[in-house]
């Protein structure tokens, strides 16, 4: 059974940093593309980031360009969000996910995405 478990949420003020986590088991994560959505109360579930299996290549959307980056440990399973500069924006639930790599593109559509987690928030305010 395929499990995805973020950590690392918090409450921070803009400007401040955080790191995502997300823990996998149940799979051969090395053979997974990863990525990292959110979602706000109201809206619709967006990208954030992902990266192809082996690490190589990234994508981001362009709202947390040059803000945030995601890496992964494939000895570890695990993948990160490290976030910084937050901005009140960037307030809502994020999730990580995981889809069979297949083009060596990082993938941005939630609906490609086989596993999820279940999330950990993220609230930015003064």
């Known amino acids: 059974q395929v499990q995805l478990v973020e950590s690392g949420g918090g409450l921070v003020q803009p400007g401040d940093s955080l790191r995502l986590s997300c823990a996998a088991s149940g799979l051969t994560f090395s053979a997974y593309d990863m990525g990292w959505f959110r979602q706000a109360p109201g809206q619709e579930r967006e990208f954030v980031a992902a990266t192809t299996r082996s690490g190589v290549s990234v994508d981001y959307a362009h709202s947390v360009e040059g803000r945030f980056t995601i890496s992964r440990d494939n000895v570890k399973n695990e993948v990160y969000l490290e976030m910084t500069n937050l901005k009140p924006e960037d307030t809502a639930r994020y999730y990580c996910?995981?889809?069979?790599?297949?083009?060596?593109?990082?993938?941005?559509?939630?609906?490609?995405?086989?596993?999820w987690g279940q999330g950990t928030q993220v609230t930015v305010s003064s």
């Open positions: 996910a995981a889809i069979r790599g297949q083009t060596g593109v990082p993938p941005n559509i939630p609906s490609w995405y086989e596993h």
